[in-house]
């Protein structure tokens, strides 16, 4: 997973963030808001039975919403994650914290994990918001991509079309060993 655009900061005076950042700069871009996932499928209906299980669902639910807004995990700014059984939530921080580096990789923003009596939807256990931003491409930087990405074109395809030869084994500099075209 590509690292983030993003300065994660975290001061050696403050303890060893494990599983969040404690703080962020986030670089100039288009901000995405990702209202609240939980575990529903597309019909609405809440599914799976524990916190670990709800959570995947819900987090790739988020993961699937930043998509659609053309955004990445690693645009991910800040995450808050409400529960209503936040023992069940530490007793399986092990299983969650796997199912979180599938989604999102090792980006960890920062984050929090509320504990609440209950969710707009009765059957949900977990329900996760973030934020995203995703960074400003200039004009100028997408044409240079644009011009080295044909510049690398035009090198590959002149590149297909050359036979060097050569004597195996007789590299020297300025001596090539023998090549077809790919």
């Given at each position: 997973m590509d690292r983030t655009p993003h300065q994660i900061v975290n001061p050696l005076t403050l303890s060893e963030p494990v599983g969040f950042s404690h703080a962020l700069v986030v670089s100039p871009g288009r901000?995405?808001?990702?209202?609240?996932?939980?575990a529903r499928r597309h019909d609405g209906?809440?599914?799976?039975?524990?916190?670990?299980?709800?959570?995947?669902?819900?987090?790739?639910?988020?993961?699937?919403?930043?998509?659609?807004?053309h955004a990445e995990p690693f645009h991910v700014v800040d995450m808050r994650i409400y529960t209503t059984t936040m023992h069940a939530y530490r007793v399986s921080s092990n299983t969650i914290g796997s199912?979180?580096?599938?989604?999102?990789?090792?980006?960890?923003p920062p984050m929090t994990v509320i504990g609440i009596d209950e969710l707009m939807d009765p059957d949900a256990l977990v329900e996760i918001v973030c934020t995203a931003v995703v960074p400003e491409v200039s004009e100028e930087a997408a044409l240079e991509d644009e011009e080295t990405r044909?510049?690398?074109e035009e090198i590959e395809e002149s590149a297909?079309?050359?036979v060097v030869t050569g004597?195996?084994?007789?590299?020297?500099?300025?001596?090539?060993?023998?090549?077809?075209?790919a």
């Open positions: 901000i995405v808001h990702v209202g609240g996932q939980a209906k809440v599914m799976g039975d524990g916190v670990a299980e709800q959570f995947d669902r819900a987090l790739g639910n988020v993961i699937e919403a930043l998509r659609a807004a199912v979180y580096r599938r989604h999102m990789g090792r980006h960890y044909e510049l690398l297909d079309d050359t004597h195996p084994g007789a590299e020297g500099p300025g001596e090539f060993p023998e090549r077809s075209p």
